[in-house]
DNA sequence: AACTAGACCAATTTTGAATTGGTTTCCAGC
DNA sequence: GCTGGAAACCAATTCAAAATTGGTCTAGTT
């Protein structure tokens, strides 16, 4: 494998499969390069594409990442995790998250809505829980994307990293069921539909649902 | 004026006076002890008074206010302030605020609902133009508190202290008019018996037509 | 008992170096 | 002349260590 792999779906396909990641962040670009064997430029250029097609993210001085990327300077956050409930956590996003979805609906342009729906279909074509996870986590920051408002996109990434990292302290008990996933799916696509639909209230409404299950499938897994 | 002050009325006036403040931030407690002549002891004793009282704010590693402090760590926020409108910042505070209020009036204890009937009291008591946006400042942070989530709390402070930076670049084009305050402070006791009667969704209502109408007034005054 | 003085702890901010994506420049090779 | 690679440089972020500040404890003094 030292020899140089040369055509660029060898090259999008090296960079997906996750192993120049270290925990959905990639290699720096620099290095990325090299271990390629290829010029800065060109990684560049493949790497815009795949930004451009929803499949990494980047961002200025943090990275290149296979999934949305964390919040940025977690300086309260960060101590926050400690004293903070999933309790309070589900709380803000049962307010946010509808919101959100709302003014996507509203506000959302027609490529992000043909990509939202693809987003969608990720979810249900997920082969194992961590797929469907990944897919489910890329869904939800799209729509938050959509919203065209960078502060409902930074409360969004504070709370998404918020919730990972008291995850992290909770022992990652999240388990799902099959009839879980398949319920899940079928918000997602109920979502999505009013989103693209331009249906704000809609939209708002489904997203409440949604969460309002994913709160009863935590309550029911922890008291 | 260099001799000590000695009871503890003088101190209390002196401090809350603003002369030993530098923009709403009161000076160090070790400074502040030796200005006014007395022991870190005694003057943390009268703080913790006034603190009780509501009449001033601490947090740790930051300092003692006069008003409530301003968020930790603007890491993100402080970039955002550059291209941040006016129009973004009431759409997210339009959906917080009256999910705040509605959890306030849920949670909030006995002691807070007096504090909180005081505080709107001071809002109609505001001898001159300064002195209402700063009892309304505290009014509203006071509600954010009641809400017994530190996820909202937090929210809430970074989403203050965001229009405050935007507010400094726009150019402070505040300038209430009489008959603005007076709807104004109408709209806040419908807010504080709304929450004081532990009725939650006239208190998110009541906090929603209060956005509502800043928000008209800040478009009238901006096209 | 109340107050003072001082040392020490804990949370936050601040500052500067290091990291990383973004941009420009220059240059070789066709 | 144009394309692509290489390097330098720019800009945004993170990280770590020092400085700042409120919180706590102990001992001593009146």
Redesign the interface.
């Known amino acids: 494998m030292t020899a140089p792999e040369r055509s660029a779906e060898d090259l999008r396909a090296a960079i997906l499969s996750g192993d120049l990641a270290e925990a959905d962040r990639l290699l720096p670009e620099r290095v990325l390069a090299q271990r390629l064997s290829v010029s800065r430029s060109r990684l560049r250029g493949i790497l815009d594409d795949l930004a451009r097609e929803g499949l990494i993210f980047r961002r200025h001085g943090q990275g290149t990442f296979l999934k949305p990327p964390p919040?940025?300077?977690m300086?309260?956050?960060g101590v926050?995790a400690r004293?903070?409930s999933p309790r309070?956590?589900m709380?803000?996003r049962l307010?946010?998250e509808p919101?959100v979805a709302a003014?996507a609906a509203e506000r959302g342009g027609a490529e992000d809505k043909a990509l939202l729906l693809r987003l969608m279909e990720d979810t249900l074509r997920a082969p194992d829980l961590a797929g469907y996870e990944r897919a489910d986590d890329i869904f939800h920051y799209k729509i938050a994307e959509m919203a065209c408002?960078?502060?409902?996109l930074?409360?969004f990434e504070?709370?998404r990293s918020?919730r990972q990292a008291t995850d992290w302290t909770h022992a990652r008990q999240s388990a799902l069921g099959p009839d879980e996933i398949a319920e899940n799916s079928i918000q997602h696509g109920t979502i999505a539909n009013a989103i693209c639909a331009s249906a704000p209230a809609a939209a708002r409404q489904a997203m409440r649902r949604h969460l309002e299950q994913v709160a009863a499938s935590l309550m029911l897994r922890q008291g």
């Not at 408002?149 to 409902?152: H, I, T």
């Open positions: 919040a940025q300077a300086g309260r956050l926050l004293r903070v309070h956590l709380e803000v307010e946010l919101a003014h408002n960078p502060v409902f930074t409360l504070e709370i918020l």
